[in-house]
C-alpha cells in the first residue's frame, strides 16, 4: 500500500510539474495564436508564481484539517476542470485563469505531497530517499511535457488545435484522482494542530524566525536562484553565445532537464546509503568544476560550429550536465527540514518552503537577465559559483538543524 501511495503522489506531483512548466510554450501559443502582446503573454508567469505564494499562505495551515489525500483528489478533479475548460475557450484570459488555478493547485499539492512524505517515511534517510525520487520523476514530468507540448503545437495546422494536449491532461489527472481513490492513508498525526489555522500562522512565523530555518530557507532561496537563472536563460546562452540555431538552442536546454530529473532519481537511492552532507559537498564542489571548466570552452566557440547535434561545440553537452550535480540539494534540504519536525509541524514548514521557493525562481531569473543584459553570456553564468559557495556555508547550520530534531 505503501508502493501504490508513493505512485499516486509521484504522478500527481509529475502532472503539475507539466503544468507548471508548460507557461514558455503557452507565451508562444498565444502571442501567436490569441492575439496577445509579449507584456501580456510575460502575465502567465506572474499568473502562476504569485497563485503559488497566496496558496502556500493562506492555505498551509487548513490543509491538514482538510487531508492531504482529500486535498490532492480536490487538485485534480479541479485541474481536470480547468484543462478541459481551457482547451475550448480559445482566449487569453483562459491561460491566465488555468494558471491562477494551476499556480493555486500547485501550492496545495506542494503542501499536502511533502507533508504525506513524512507519514510515509521511517527515518530521515528513507524521507531524503522518497523526496528526490518524486523530485525526480517531477522533473521527468517537466521534460515530458516539454516534448508533450511541442508534438501537439507541432502537428497543429489550424492554430487552436495544440489545445487538443489539455485533454489528454484532464484524462491523466482523472486518472491519477481514480488511483488516489484506491489508496489509505493514516493521517492522525497529521492534524494535531490542523484545526486551529491561526494557532498554524502563528506556527510559520515561529519557524521563519529560527536561525536554523533561516539558513535552510536561504540554503532553498540561494538554490532556486541557481536552477530557474540556468533554466530559464540557457535557450538564450546556446544561441547568443554558443552560436547555436534558435530551435536547436531550446532542445539541447532540455539536455538539462534529464539530468535534473537523473540526478534525482540517482539521490534517492545514493542518500539510503550516504549521509547527506558529503554528498550535497560533492555536489556543489562538481558544479563548481563544471562551470570554470566549461565557460572558457564556450568563449571559444566561432558562429557556424554548431548547426546539427552532430557538430555541436563541447561546451553545449557538458554545461547542461550541472543539473545532474545540482539536482540533490533542493529535495535533500527539503527533507533535513522536515525530518527534523514533529509531524504536524510539516504543513507550515512546507508553507515557507514554497513561499522562498517562489522568490528564489523569480529573482534568479530577473538577474540572470541582467547579467546578460550587461556582461557577455558566458561571463553571467559565472554569477552561479556565488550562491553555490554560500550554499556550502550554509550546509553545516542546515545539519544542525537535523540534529536539533524536534527540539525546535
Same mark, same amino acid.
Given at each position: 500500500?505503501?508502493?501504490?501511495?508513493?505512485?499516486?503522489?509521484?504522478?500527481?506531483? $509529475?502532472?503539475?510539474?507539466?503544468?507548471?512548466?508548460?507557461?514558455?510554450?503557452?507565451?508562444?501559443?498565444?502571442?501567436?495564436?490569441?492575439?496577445?502582446?509579449?507584456?501580456?503573454?510575460?502575465?502567465? %508567469?506572474?499568473?502562476?508564481?504569485?497563485?503559488?505564494? *497566496?496558496?502556500?499562505?493562506?492555505?498551509?495551515?487548513?490543509? &491538514?484539517?482538510? +487531508?492531504?489525500?482529500? $486535498?490532492?483528489?480536490?487538485?485534480?478533479?479541479?485541474?481536470? *476542470?480547468?484543462?478541459?475548460?481551457?482547451?475550448?475557450? %480559445?482566449?487569453?484570459?483562459?491561460?491566465?485563469?488555468?494558471?491562477?488555478?494551476?499556480?493555486?493547485?500547485?501550492?496545495?499539492?506542494?503542501?499536502?505531497?511533502?507533508?504525506? !512524505?513524512?507519514?510515509?517515511?521511517?527515518? &530521515?534517510?528513507?524521507?531524503?530517499?522518497?523526496?528526490?525520487?518524486? %523530485?525526480?520523476?517531477?522533473?521527468?514530468?517537466?521534460? !515530458?511535457?516539454? @516534448?508533450?507540448?511541442?508534438?501537439?503545437?507541432?502537428?497543429? %495546422?489550424?492554430?487552436?488545435? @495544440?489545445?487538443?494536449?489539455?485533454?489528454?491532461?484532464?484524462?491523466?489527472?482523472?486518472?491519477?484522482?481514480?488511483?488516489?481513490?484506491?489508496?489509505?492513508?493514516?493521517?492522525?498525526?497529521?492534524?494535531?494542530?490542523?484545526?486551529?489555522?491561526?494557532?498554524? @500562522?502563528?506556527?510559520?512565523?515561529?519557524?521563519? #524566525?529560527?536561525?536554523?530555518?533561516?539558513?535552510?530557507?536561504?540554503?532553498?532561496?540561494?538554490?532556486?536562484?541557481?536552477?530557474? +537563472?540556468?533554466?530559464?536563460?540557457?535557450?538564450?546562452?546556446?544561441?547568443?553565445? #554558443?552560436?547555436?540555431?534558435?530551435?536547436?538552442? /531550446?532542445?539541447?536546454?532540455?539536455?538539462?532537464?534529464?539530468?535534473?530529473?537523473?540526478?534525482? =532519481?540517482?539521490?534517492?537511492?545514493? =542518500?539510503?546509503?550516504?549521509? @547527506?552532507?558529503?554528498?550535497?559537498?560533492?555536489?556543489?564542489?562538481? !558544479?563548481?568544476?563544471?562551470?570554470?571548466?566549461?565557460?572558457?570552452?564556450?568563449?571559444?566557440?566561432?558562429?557556424?560550429?554548431?548547426?546539427?547535434?552532430?557538430?555541436? &561545440?563541447?561546451?553545449?553537452?557538458?554545461?547542461?550536465?550541472?543539473?545532474?550535480?545540482?539536482?540533490?540539494?533542493?529535495?535533500?534540504?527539503?527533507?533535513?527540514?522536515?525530518?527534523?519536525?514533529?509531524?504536524?509541524?510539516?504543513?507550515?514548514?512546507?508553507?515557507?518552503?514554497?513561499?522562498?521557493?517562489?522568490?528564489?525562481?523569480?529573482?534568479?531569473?530577473?538577474?540572470?537577465?541582467?547579467?546578460?543584459?550587461?556582461?557577455?553570456?558566458?561571463?553571467?553564468?559565472?554569477?552561479?559559483?556565488?550562491? /553555490?559557495?554560500?550554499?556550502?556555508?550554509?550546509?553545516?547550520?542546515?545539519?544542525?538543524?537535523?540534529?536539533?530534531?524536534?527540539?525546535?
Amino acid at each position: 500500500m505503501q508502493m501504490r501511495t508513493i505512485v499516486a503522489l509521484a504522478l500527481t506531483y $509529475a502532472l503539475l510539474g507539466i503544468l507548471m512548466n508548460s507557461v514558455g510554450a503557452v507565451i508562444l501559443q498565444s502571442i501567436r495564436h490569441l492575439d496577445a502582446t509579449r507584456m501580456m503573454g510575460s502575465s502567465l %508567469e506572474a499568473c502562476k508564481d504569485l497563485s503559488v505564494v *497566496a496558496a502556500s499562505f493562506l492555505l498551509a495551515t487548513r490543509v &491538514p484539517a482538510f +487531508g492531504y489525500r482529500r $486535498a490532492l483528489i480536490a487538485v485534480l478533479a479541479m485541474m481536470a *476542470a480547468a484543462c478541459l475548460a481551457a482547451s475550448f475557450a %480559445e482566449s487569453f484570459v483562459a491561460m491566465q485563469l488555468l494558471f491562477v488555478i494551476t499556480g493555486l493547485c500547485f501550492g496545495v499539492a506542494k503542501i499536502a505531497t511533502y507533508s504525506t !512524505i513524512g507519514l510515509l517515511a521511517s527515518d &530521515p534517510a528513507d524521507h531524503a530517499s522518497i523526496t528526490g525520487t518524486i %523530485e525526480g520523476v517531477f522533473m521527468i514530468g517537466v521534460l !515530458i511535457g516539454a @516534448w508533450l507540448f511541442g508534438w501537439f503545437i507541432g502537428a497543429d %495546422e489550424q492554430g487552436g488545435g @495544440w489545445l487538443r494536449v489539455y485533454w489528454l491532461l484532464a484524462g491523466l489527472c482523472i486518472t491519477a484522482a481514480l488511483l488516489w481513490l484506491t489508496v489509505t492513508l493514516d493521517e492522525r498525526e497529521a492534524v494535531a494542530q490542523g484545526s486551529e489555522p491561526a494557532a498554524g @500562522w502563528r506556527e510559520m512565523a515561529r519557524l521563519a #524566525l529560527l536561525p536554523a530555518t533561516v539558513a535552510i530557507l536561504l540554503g532553498l532561496f540561494l538554490y532556486v536562484l541557481i536552477e530557474q +537563472g540556468i533554466g530559464t536563460w540557457l535557450p538564450t546562452f546556446n544561441s547568443e553565445v #554558443l552560436h547555436l540555431p534558435a530551435a536547436i538552442s /531550446v532542445q539541447m536546454s532540455s539536455i538539462f532537464l534529464a539530468a535534473l530529473a537523473l540526478g534525482r =532519481l540517482a539521490s534517492g537511492i545514493v =542518500l539510503r546509503r550516504v549521509e @547527506w552532507l558529503p554528498v550535497l559537498l560533492g555536489c556543489l564542489a562538481a !558544479i563548481a568544476l563544471i562551470v570554470i571548466a566549461t565557460l572558457p570552452l564556450a568563449r571559444q566557440v566561432e558562429p557556424g560550429t554548431g548547426l546539427g547535434w552532430a557538430d555541436m &561545440p563541447l561546451a553545449a553537452y557538458l554545461f547542461p550536465l550541472l543539473g545532474f550535480f545540482l539536482a540533490p540539494i533542493y529535495p535533500t534540504i527539503c527533507s533535513v527540514a522536515l525530518s527534523a519536525l514533529p509531524r504536524h509541524r510539516h504543513p507550515p514548514m512546507v508553507g515557507l518552503i514554497v513561499i522562498f521557493s517562489a522568490l528564489g525562481g523569480t529573482i534568479g531569473s530577473f538577474l540572470t537577465g541582467m547579467l546578460f543584459e550587461h556582461l557577455s553570456g558566458a561571463l553571467a553564468f559565472y554569477f552561479v559559483l556565488l550562491p /553555490v559557495t554560500l550554499i556550502a556555508f550554509l550546509l553545516p547550520a542546515i545539519r544542525a538543524r537535523q540534529a536539533q530534531g524536534a527540539a525546535a
